[in-house]
Protein backbone atom coordinates (compact mmCIF):
# COMPACT_ATOMS: atom_id res chain seq x y z
CA UNK A 1 0.00 0.00 0.00
CA UNK A 2 1.06 3.54 -1.18
CA UNK A 3 -0.15 6.49 0.62
CA UNK A 4 0.22 10.30 0.00
CA UNK A 5 -0.57 12.27 1.90
CA UNK A 6 -0.76 16.63 0.48
CA UNK A 7 -2.71 19.87 1.22
CA UNK A 8 -0.34 20.99 3.93
CA UNK A 9 0.81 24.70 4.50
CA UNK A 10 1.00 27.81 6.42
CA UNK A 11 -2.51 29.31 7.60
CA UNK A 12 -2.97 31.62 9.99
CA UNK A 13 -4.48 31.15 13.30
CA UNK A 14 -8.64 30.51 13.41
CA UNK A 15 -7.76 29.77 9.41
CA UNK A 16 -8.58 26.27 7.93
CA UNK A 17 -6.69 23.20 5.63
CA UNK A 18 -8.05 20.07 3.92
CA UNK A 19 -5.62 17.12 4.04
CA UNK A 20 -6.02 14.43 1.61
CA UNK A 21 -4.53 11.18 1.20
CA UNK A 22 -4.30 9.03 -1.95
CA UNK A 23 -3.79 5.18 -0.96
CA UNK A 24 -3.17 2.96 -4.32
CA UNK A 25 -2.19 -0.71 -4.41
CA UNK A 26 -5.00 -2.14 -2.50
CA UNK A 27 -8.33 -1.82 -2.27
CA UNK A 28 -9.02 1.13 -0.47
CA UNK A 29 -12.55 0.04 0.75
CA UNK A 30 -10.35 -2.80 2.59
CA UNK A 31 -8.16 0.11 4.66
CA UNK A 32 -9.01 1.35 8.13
CA UNK A 33 -7.73 4.73 7.89
CA UNK A 34 -5.86 7.30 10.24
CA UNK A 35 -4.23 10.64 10.75
CA UNK A 36 -1.40 11.44 13.08
CA UNK A 37 1.24 14.04 13.71
CA UNK A 38 4.52 14.83 15.49
CA UNK A 39 4.83 18.34 16.18
CA UNK A 40 8.23 19.04 16.51
CA UNK A 41 10.57 17.93 19.39
CA UNK A 42 7.07 15.50 20.47
CA UNK A 43 6.30 12.29 19.95
CA UNK A 44 3.63 11.29 16.90
CA UNK A 45 -0.13 11.27 18.18
CA UNK A 46 -3.27 10.41 17.42
CA UNK A 47 -5.78 12.60 15.57
CA UNK A 48 -8.30 11.24 13.70
CA UNK A 49 -9.51 7.72 12.41
CA UNK A 50 -12.33 6.13 10.46
CA UNK A 51 -13.15 2.58 9.91
CA UNK A 52 -13.37 0.70 6.28
CA UNK A 53 -17.41 1.69 5.21
CA UNK A 54 -16.62 5.46 7.26
CA UNK A 55 -18.88 3.92 10.00
CA UNK A 56 -16.35 4.29 12.91
CA UNK A 57 -15.00 7.62 13.70
CA UNK A 58 -12.83 8.54 16.53
CA UNK A 59 -10.63 12.15 17.44
CA UNK A 60 -8.03 13.18 19.60
CA UNK A 61 -10.12 15.80 22.49
CA UNK A 62 -7.62 18.34 21.21
CA UNK A 63 -9.12 18.09 17.49
CA UNK A 64 -12.84 17.10 18.86
CA UNK A 65 -15.15 19.92 17.39
CA UNK A 66 -12.72 20.94 14.86
CA UNK A 67 -11.83 18.41 12.60
CA UNK A 68 -13.37 16.31 10.58
CA UNK A 69 -12.32 13.11 9.01
CA UNK A 70 -13.79 11.55 5.63
CA UNK A 71 -12.63 8.98 3.23
CA UNK A 72 -14.33 8.69 -0.55
CA UNK A 73 -14.10 4.97 -1.11
CA UNK A 74 -14.43 5.61 -5.03
CA UNK A 75 -11.47 8.06 -5.25
CA UNK A 76 -9.36 5.91 -2.97
CA UNK A 77 -9.02 8.95 -0.83
CA UNK A 78 -8.89 10.03 3.10
CA UNK A 79 -9.68 13.76 4.33
CA UNK A 80 -8.55 15.64 7.06
CA UNK A 81 -10.69 18.98 7.23
CA UNK A 82 -9.41 21.36 9.95
CA UNK A 83 -10.73 24.11 10.86
CA UNK A 84 -10.32 26.75 13.71
CA UNK A 85 -6.78 26.08 13.53
CA UNK A 86 -4.14 26.95 16.58
CA UNK A 87 -0.19 27.40 16.83
CA UNK A 88 -0.40 24.43 18.95
CA UNK A 89 -1.70 22.25 15.95
CA UNK A 90 1.34 22.75 13.85
CA UNK A 91 3.10 19.33 13.18
CA UNK A 92 3.78 16.59 10.54
CA UNK A 93 0.66 14.98 9.41
CA UNK A 94 0.89 11.95 8.23
CA UNK A 95 -1.51 9.11 7.06
CA UNK A 96 -2.05 5.49 8.14
CA UNK A 97 -3.83 2.79 7.03
CA UNK A 98 -4.67 -0.68 8.27
CA UNK A 99 -5.59 -4.03 6.04
CA UNK A 100 -6.53 -6.08 8.88
CA UNK A 101 -8.96 -4.10 11.21
CA UNK A 102 -12.52 -3.15 10.31
CA UNK A 103 -11.69 -0.08 12.22
CA UNK A 104 -8.57 0.68 14.05
CA UNK A 105 -8.59 3.66 16.22
CA UNK A 106 -5.97 5.69 18.12
CA UNK A 107 -3.38 2.59 18.50
CA UNK A 108 -0.61 3.89 16.17
CA UNK A 109 0.79 0.19 16.31
CA UNK A 110 -2.29 -1.38 14.01
CA UNK A 111 -1.42 0.87 11.50
CA UNK A 112 1.07 -1.31 8.97
CA UNK A 113 1.75 1.52 6.23
CA UNK A 114 2.01 4.94 6.32
CA UNK A 115 2.65 7.89 4.54
CA UNK A 116 5.15 10.98 3.86
CA UNK A 117 3.75 13.46 5.80
CA UNK A 118 2.68 16.67 5.40
CA UNK A 119 3.91 19.88 7.22
CA UNK A 120 0.88 22.11 8.53
CA UNK A 121 2.05 25.35 10.33
CA UNK A 122 -0.09 27.46 12.17
CA UNK A 123 1.14 31.19 12.67
CA UNK A 124 0.06 32.98 15.58
Known amino acids: VQLQASGGGLVQAGGSLRLSCAAS????????MGWFRQAPGKEREFVAA????????SYADSVKGRFTISRDNAKNTVYLRMNSLKPEDTAVYYC??????????????????WGQGTLVTVSS
Open 50 to 57: IGRSGVGI
Open 25 to 32: GRTFSSLA
Open 96 to 113: AADPTSFYSGSSSHKYDY
